[in-house]
């Protein structure tokens, strides 16, 4: 156990050292989180909860794949972890070590998160809180351990970049995360459910929104555990300790193997199609966001400016009602008025028409007449 103790105070303390770390763990969450709710107007109450399971899923995806897979690659590029061989240790330490650091890096992205929005947005928290933590740790975990794989299974940087990219990439667009998946298509949601960042959405949303606990998700908390422990013992397996030592291609199958429980979740899902009512579901879950009843006013501000917010908002609303329907008000009136112009216009046309008549007649008559003058002459010359 010393051996785990001290290489867990080392990560700890290489990792606050960086900053480059901190930023990416603690601020860019908030910068997300803030932008999100501003530029979609999430406003005040349940509705924010969506953007909450969002940033902590987007946070989990990062710490896992990139904070884990990208940087053992490094270590083990920058020859220190060369370092470790000569020393009575094993691999499973350092792994322990790495997947702990990390878990123990993003508990306070959640009391961040879930406080803010609180306490800004007045979002209530949720009823089995510690579900919502149990279902954090695991994804990180989970995540952690894929990335560990990821990073045993490339032999550079490069290798290691592509590779997480083509797994964050998917996870991030076709999961939930960053787009509701009601409105992806049937079979982009199929696809979706062979994703871990899925599971999280979904246990996420059910804890925010319907006040669920990790004993109404079994099915995914099962398969984040049993990922954690199959990536952890995988990487353990795959491990190498300098960068001369290279891997063989097919070794690179066991990724899909560690994604193994989520093979067999995702055939089962699209089999039944469950997925695609509960998604809808949840949809209209996130769509019904009315304000908190326990908050009738924001948290740190007057007594009373709440109320009035609200009732400038409904003077606000009102405002837009009455000019949309004098808008379309004016919009008729333009229309009648063009319609009694080309009335006029088509009634102007018909009483002259007569006039214009008799004036090509005159015209022609007058022809006529020079016509024969003209001929008269000439024979008269002759």
């Given amino acids: 156990m010393k051996a785990y103790w001290a290489l867990f105070r080392s990560n700890m303390r290489l990792t ?20 999100f709710a501003e530029m979609f107007h999430a406003g005040t109450g349940q509705g924010i909860a969506y953007f909450v399971g969002t940033v902590l899923t987007m946070g989990i995806l990062g710490n896992g794949l990139w904070g884990a897979g990208m940087r053992s690659v490094q270590e083990r590029e920058a020859n220190i972890l060369r370092r470790f061989k000569v020393t009575p240790i094993s691999p499973l330490p350092l792994l322990v070590a790495s997947m702990a650091s990390g878990w123990l890096l993003y508990l306070p992205v959640i009391a961040l998160i879930a406080g803010l929005a609180h306490f800004i947005y007045a979002m209530p928290l949720p009823e089995h809180w510690i579900s919502l933590v149990v279902m954090a740790s695991l994804g990180v975990c989970a995540l952690r351990a894929i990335g560990l794989i990821l990073a045993a299974v490339t032999n550079t940087m490069a290798e290691a970049n592509i590779l997480i990219q083509l797994v964050y990439m998917p996870m991030l667009f076709l999961s939930g995360t960053t787009i509701p998946s009601s409105i992806l298509p049937v079979w982009a949601q199929t696809v979706a459910e062979f994703m871990p960042a899925t599971y999280l959405v979904t246990g996420f949303q059910g804890i925010f929104f319907r006040n669920q606990s990790i004993f109404d998700n079994i099915p995914a908390v099962g398969a984040l555990l049993l990922t954690a422990a199959m990536g952890l013992f995988l990487a353990v397996k795959l491990f190498r300790w300098e960068k001369e030592e290279k891997i063989a291609p097919r070794n690179r199958l066991w990724v899909a193997g560690v994604l193994a429980p989520f093979l067999i979740m995702g055939c089962w899902r699209s089999y039944t199609k469950e997925h695609i ?5 949840l949809f209209r879950a996130t769509l019904r966001h009315p304000p908190d ?23 606000q609303d009102r405002g837009c009602l009455q000019w949309r329907r004098s808008r379309r008000r004016e919009t008729a009136r333009g229309r009648r008025r063009r319609l009694r112009q080309d009335a006029a216009a088509r009634a102007d046309r018909r009483a002259r028409a007569p006039l214009v008549a008799r004036r090509h007649v005159d015209l022609e008559r007058r022809l006529r007449r020079r016509q024969v003058h003209g001929a008269r002459r000439r024979g008269a010359a002759l």
Avoid: K, S, T, W
Wanted: overall charge positive.
């Fill in 16 to 35: 606050m050292r960086d900053r480059g770390v901190l930023f990416f763990n603690y601020m860019f969450p908030l910068i997300f989180f803030f932008a």
């Fill in 277 to 281: 009512g509960q998604n809808e579901a």
């Fill in 293 to 315: 009843p326990q908050h009738p006013r924001l948290p740190g501000r007057r007594h009373g400016e709440g109320e009035r917010q609200r009732a400038g908002a409904r003077r």
